[in-house]
Nanobody, 124 residues
Framework: QVQLVESGGGLVQPGGSLRLSCAASGSILKMNVMGWYRQAPGKERELVAVITAGGDTNYADSAKGRFTISRDNNKYTVDLQMNSLKPEDTAVYYC??????????????????WGQGTLVTVSS
């Protein structure tokens, strides 16, 4: 089907920056919304930012003004530039591809896919 592979997580000091990248591969007929979610310890997974194939974006209030999402439709990649990071941004960040047109047993299907997650730790 479709695989999402994230990269770019790590340890950063408060106020620092990180760039997360996600590459999709596999049986992709059409890629629609791509985005990033995060899950902090003891909390539910939450939306960080999403972007449509047309470039429309939506950000969580906590991400507005600090994070920027972008994508390359030709390469099926989505990036998240994170600036002015805070300790409360510490979480596992997951790449998401929603409403992907793919083939299952030879038949077209719209499915959602997740990456394996990449840990971002903001600490001094």
């Amino acid at each position: 089907q479709v695989q999402l592979v994230e990269s770019g997580g790590g340890l950063v000091q408060p106020g620092g920056s990180l760039r997360l990248s996600c590459a999709a591969s596999g049986s992709i007929l059409k890629m629609n919304v791509m985005g990033w979610y995060r899950q902090a310890p003891g909390k539910e997974r939450e939306l960080v930012a999403v972007i449509t194939a047309g470039g429309d974006t939506n950000y969580a209030d906590s991400a507005k003004g600090r994070f920027t999402i972008s994508r390359d439709n030709n390469k099926y990649t989505v990036d998240l530039q994170m600036n002015s990071l805070k300790p409360e941004d510490t979480a596992v960040y997951y790449c998401n591809a929603d409403n992907v047109l793919t083939r299952v047993a030879g038949l077209p299907r719209y499915l959602k896919f997740w990456g394996q997650g990449t840990l971002v730790t903001v600490s001094s």
